[in-house]
């Protein structure tokens, strides 16, 4: 009888304390523990996500719609100026044009395809302005040997005039534009553009260092079908083989000095995430 009875009204102000409690020391836990695993397992959470990264690009697959694209848009590009270039032929011979007409004619064709063979091109070949260059050399390292921006016009601007004499040259001795020392031509100002595509447009630079090999061999095949026709053509257009040669090593080494954030250059094939 002396022992007290706890009021009924009591126990749910108990209950309702405990909670709180409970509550108060849950969120001290996580923080204190938060912060434990923070400091114990911060650089291991920032390898997993490092490998993480890696894994995600282990996903990649290649491109092979890229690479059709690529494909179809050199092909078309080169049957439209064989096409536009035979055409052209057609109406010169057939004309009472004197010869020196003619190969004014045949000049300002090709020096115009030199310059602007781009427009018969399917895909955005558009080159790189010389005002965008500080913005392209703060976000790709380029090697101290590189020439100077304002020389690039120079030097593509000398190219383009050696591209018209040397193939004035080659329809001299031939007489006709529909010949495959002209198609070689033509061929290698589409790959060119198309490589421009990849390199100055899409910014692929992996695929860009094979691109521009491709543009390589195909000069080089220039220069050995004009030499057949004629030497002086041959030795007009071979600058262009030199100046492409320097810039091919020059593309290769902007990738080699332009690793990605976790050390590994860009894939040489164009990649694409898997579905």
């Known amino acids: 009888l002396g022992a007290r009875r706890a009021s009924p009204l009591a126990r749910p102000r108990a209950a309702r304390r405990a909670p709180c409690v409970s509550a108060a020391s849950e969120e001290d ?5 938060g912060a434990s695993i923070d400091e114990t397992f911060g650089d291991k959470a920032r390898s997993a996500f490092s490998q ?4 995600s690009r282990n996903e990649e697959t290649i491109d092979w719609r890229s690479i059709g694209k690529y494909f ?3 092909a078309t590009q080169i049957a439209v100026m064989i096409y536009l270039t035979n055409w052209l032929s057609v109406g010169i011979v057939r004309s009472d044009f004197t010869p020196a007409i003619q190969k004014t004619i045949v000049g300002f064709w090709f020096l115009f395809n030199a310059l602007r063979s781009r427009v018969f091109s399917p895909l955005n070949a558009s080159r ?3 005002s965008d260059e500080k913005t392209a050399i703060a976000q790709r390292k380029r090697p101290s040997w590189m020439p100077p921006p304002l020389a690039f016009p120079v030097i593509w601007s000398s190219i383009a005039l050696l591209r018209a004499f040397s193939s004035v040259a080659v329809f001299t001795v031939t007489g006709t ?9 033509l061929a290698h100002l589409s790959i060119g553009d198309t490589w421009n595509s990849i390199n100055n447009v899409e910014r692929r630079l992996g695929v860009a260092c094979v691109g521009v090999s491709v543009v390589l061999l195909s000069v080089y095949n220039v220069v050995f079908q004009y ?8 030795f007009l257009i071979a600058p262009s083989a030199v100046w492409i040669s320097v810039a091919t090593v020059l593309v290769w080494t902007i990738w080699n000095i ?17 579905a």
């Open 177 to 185: 534009l529909n010949h495959p020392a002209i198609f070689a031509m």
């Open 128 to 130: 790189p302005k010389t």
């Open 29 to 33: 836990l996580e923080k204190t523990l």
């Open 227 to 234: 030499l057949r026709v004629d030497r002086t053509a041959g």
């Open 258 to 274: 332009n690793p990605r954030e976790d050390g590994t250059r860009e894939p040489l094939a164009p990649m694409t995430r898997r």
């Open 72 to 74: 179809a848009a050199t």
């Open 52 to 55: 993480s990264a890696s894994s």
